[in-house]
C-alpha cells in the first residue's frame, strides 16, 4: 500500500460518511420488515411494498451509478459533445417505460415471478428461452458491478490512496450488509447518497464556473482542445458523421436500460402500478443532475486538469475526482469522494440481488432443485449474492480495467436482444419460441461480430473499440456510424419475425401460455394480488 | 378542457379515450432524437451553447408531459 500525500480531513469525511452508510446498511434488516426476510420477497424485492418516495430513490440509485457520474464527464472531457448522448439518453428511456413497466410490474405480482425469466418461463412455457434471458442477464450485470469498483478506484487515486486493498474492504462490507438486508439495505443507503450527490453537483455547477470566469471561458477552452486533436469526431458540436451515432445511441440505450435485471428489480419492488408512472415522471430530475455533471468534464478541459497516469496510461475517469481536489477545500472534497464512493455501492448491491434472483430463480429452482422452499430459496440468492460480487473483485484485480469497460459495451449490446422477448412478449404472443431464440442467438452473434470488427484510431485498439458501427462496412460511402446495439437488435427482430412466420406456416404447437390479458393491467388489491397494508403513501414520513 | 374529461370510473384498464393520450409520450423522442434540430452553437444562454441548453430543457419538459399522460390514464385508485 502506498500513500501518496493523503489529506487527512478530507480522508477522515469520507471515512465517516462511509462508515455512516455501513451502519445504515445493516439496520436496514429491521426497516419496514413485516416478516422475517426468509423468503425471496422479501430479500430480493423489499416486501414488494415501496411506495413512490422509496422507489424514486431506489431506481434512481440504480440507474445513476456512481460509473456514470465518473464516466459521462470524462467522455466530454476526451471527445466532447458526443459524451451528452446520456442526457437524451435519460430523457426518452421513461415515456418509453411509462408504457411497459406496468404490465410487467402486473402481470409479475399476479404470478408472483421475481425476475424477466420467471416471466418468460409462463409467458411462452419455454424453459430454454428463460434460461437464456436469465444467462444474458447475469452476463451483462457482472461487468457492470466490476464498473462500480473502477469508479471508487477512481475517487481513491484522486485521493492519493493506491493499491488494491480498499477496494476489498468496501466490498467485503458491502457484501456483509447485502447478505443480511437484502433490497432493504440500498434502498436505505440510496437517501444518503442521493441527498450528497445533489449537494456536490448543485455547489459544483454554481460554484466550480465562478472560478472559471463563467461558461464563456468553459466552452472557449473546450473548443480550442478539440480543434487542436486531429480526430474529426470531437468538438463542441456534433460532426456530420456524429450525429445519427449520437441519436442511435440514445435510443437504443434507452432501449437497454429497463432490461437491465437491476432496473427490473427496481420496478418490481413498487407497491403498485401507479408507483411506477409516477416515478417515470419524476425520475428525469436525475438526468438534470447528470446533464449539469456531464459539463464537468468541460470545467476539468478549463481548469488544466490532466487525467492520472497509472501504469503507463492516462485514466480519464478520474478527471472528475481531481477536478474536485482541485477546487474544493479539503472537507468538502471529502463529502464529494463519498458522494461518489456510496453511489457505487447503491447500484453495486441492486445489481448484485438481481443476478443472484436470476440464478435463484432460473437455474437453482429449475434445474437444481425443482422443490425449494422460500427459505432455501433466499438462502440460495443470499449466497450467490456474495458469489457475484467476489466475481466481481477478482476481476477488477485480475484484469485489466479496460476489460471490464469493453464488456460492459457488450453488456449493453447483448442486454438488447432480450427485448423481443420481454417487452413484445408483454404485449402479444404473436412470437414463438424457437423464433425469438434463434433471434436471440443471431442478434448476439451479429452484436459481438461488429464490436470486434470496430477499432478505435484514437487508443490504437483494433478490437471491441466502441459501441458505434461504421456504416461502410455495409458498402455505403459515408462516415456515419450507428449503434452497434441497434443494428444487432434489428437483425434480432427480422430472425425473430422470420422464423416465427415460418414455425406458423408448419403449424409447430406453441408452449403454454400462464397469463391471461388482464394479467397485464392487475393493480394492487385485485383478486390474485396481494393487498397490500395501508400505509400514508407520498409522505417523506414513510422511511421511517 | 376542463378537468372532467381526466375523471374516469375506479379501476379497470384505461379506455380508448385514454389511450389516445399516450401518443403524446412521443414528443420528447422526436424533440431529443433528431439532432439537426439543435447541432448549433447560437443563440447561446450564459455562455451555453444552444447544443446543451436546448436538451437539458426537455428534461422538464418531458417530466410535464408524461405527468400530463399519467393523469388521464391512472386508473383512478388514491
Known amino acids: ?544 | 378542457m376542463s378537468h372532467q374529461r381526466f375523471v374516469r370510473d375506479r379501476g379497470g384498464p384505461p379506455g380508448p379515450r385514454e389511450r389516445r393520450w399516450t401518443w403524446l409520450l412521443l414528443v420528447p423522442l422526436l424533440g431529443t432524437l433528431i439532432p439537426p434540430i439543435y447541432n448549433t452553437q447560437d443563440p447561446e444562454l450564459i455562455g451555453v451553447p444552444f447544443f446543451y441548453w436546448y436538451q437539458m430543457i426537455w428534461i422538464p419538459a418531458s417530466v410535464l408531459i408524461t405527468v400530463i399522460v399519467y393523469r388521464a390514464t391512472r386508473s383512478g385508485r388514491r
Open chain 1, 1 to 544: 500500500m502506498i500513500f501518496a500525500a493523503v489529506d487527512a480531513v478530507q480522508l477522515t469525511v469520507f471515512i465517516i460518511l462511509f462508515g455512516f452508510v455501513t451502519v445504515l446498511g445493516f439496520l436496514a434488516a429491521r426497516w419496514r420488515s413485516a416478516k422475517k426476510l426468509e423468503d425471496l420477497d422479501e430479500w430480493g424485492l423489499g416486501g414488494r411494498n415501496f411506495g413512490s418516495w422509496i422507489t424514486w430513490f431506489l431506481v434512481g440509485g440504480d440507474l445513476y451509478t456512481a460509473y456514470t457520474f465518473v464516466a459521462v464527464p470524462a467522455l466530454l472531457f476526451g471527445v466532447g459533445a458526443l459524451g451528452f448522448f446520456a442526457v437524451p439518453y435519460t430523457i426518452v428511456v421513461y415515456p418509453m417505460v411509462f408504457l411497459v413497466a406496468p404490465r410487467l410490474w402486473s402481470v409479475s405480482h399476479k404470478h408472483g415471478y421475481v425476475t424477466p425469466a420467471d416471466f418468460i418461463r409462463g409467458r411462452f412455457g419455454s424453459g430454454s428461452l428463460a434460461l437464456m434471458i436469465a444467462l444474458t442477464g447475469i452476463a451483462a450485470t457482472m461487468p457492470y458491478i466490476a464498473l462500480q469498483l473502477i469508479g471508487i478506484e477512481a475517487v481513491l487515486k484522486a485521493m492519493g490512496i493506491l493499491g488494491h486493498w480498499p477496494i476489498i474492504i468496501a466490498f467485503g462490507v458491502l457484501a456483509a450488509y447485502t447478505y443480511q438486508s437484502g433490497l432493504r439495505a440500498p434502498a436505505l443507503i440510496a437517501f444518503v447518497k442521493d441527498s450528497l450527490i445533489y449537494l456536490v453537483v448543485i455547489v459544483a455547477v454554481i460554484y466550480i464556473p465562478t472560478q472559471l470566469g463563467g461558461f464563456d471561458d468553459i466552452f472557449a477552452a473546450a473548443d480550442k482542445k478539440f480543434s487542436g486533436t486531429p480526430a474529426p469526431t470531437d468538438g463542441v458540436l456534433l460532426g456530420n458523421a456524429a450525429i445519427l451515432g449520437y441519436s442511435t445511441l440514445a435510443f437504443g440505450s434507452a432501449l437497454a436500460l429497463f432490461l437491465y435485471p437491476h432496473s427490473v428489480t427496481g420496478v418490481l419492488a413498487a407497491r403498485n402500478r401507479d408507483t411506477i408512472k409516477r416515478n417515470m415522471a419524476a425520475l428525469p430530475a436525475y438526468s438534470i443532475v447528470l446533464g449539469l455533471l456531464a459539463l464537468l468534464g468541460y470545467m476539468a478541459i478549463a481548469a488544466g486538469i490532466e487525467p492520472i497516469v497509472t501504469d503507463g496510461k492516462p485514466d480519464p475517469n478520474t478527471i472528475v475526482p481531481l477536478l474536485f481536489d482541485d477546487m474544493f477545500p479539503a472537507w468538502f472534497a471529502g463529502i464529494a469522494f463519498a458522494a461518489i464512493a456510496i453511489g457505487a455501492l447503491v447500484p453495486a448491491a441492486i445489481m448484485s440481488i438481481a443476478a443472484a434472483n436470476l440464478w435463484t430463480r432460473n437455474i437453482y429452482k429449475e434445474y437444481l432443485n425443482r422443490d425449494a422452499t422460500p427459505a432455501q430459496e433466499a438462502r440460495s440468492s443470499k449466497l450467490a449474492s456474495l458469489v457475484v460480487k467476489a466475481g466481481a473483485v477478482v476481476v477488477i484485480l485480475l484484469l485489466d480495467p479496460q476489460f471490464s469497460i469493453d464488456l460492459q459495451l457488450i453488456g449493453g449490446v447483448i442486454i438488447l436482444q432480450t427485448l423481443p422477448a420481454i417487452v413484445l412478449g408483454l404485449y402479444t404472443r404473436f412470437y414463438h419460441a424457437w423464433g425469438l431464440l434463434a433471434g436471440w442467438a443471431a442478434g448476439l452473434a451479429a452484436g459481438m461480430y461488429m464490436l470486434y470488427d470496430t477499432p478505435n484510431p484514437t487508443t490504437g485498439k483494433e478490437h471491441f473499440g466502441g459501441p458505434q458501427y461504421a456504416l461502410s462496412n455495409f458498402g455505403f460511402d459515408t462516415k456515419t456510424t450507428v449503434y452497434t446495439g441497434l443494428i444487432a437488435l434489428l437483425v434480432n427482430l427480422a430472425v425473430s419475425t422470420a422464423l416465427t412466420l415460418a414455425l406458423r406456416a408448419a403449424k409447430r404447437p406453441y408452449g403454454p401460455d400462464a397469463t391471461e390479458p388482464h394479467d397485464y393491467v392487475a393493480d394492487a388489491g385485485e383478486p390474485g394480488v396481494e393487498a397490500l397494508p395501508a400505509t400514508p403513501e407520498e409522505a417523506p414520513a414513510t422511511t421511517r
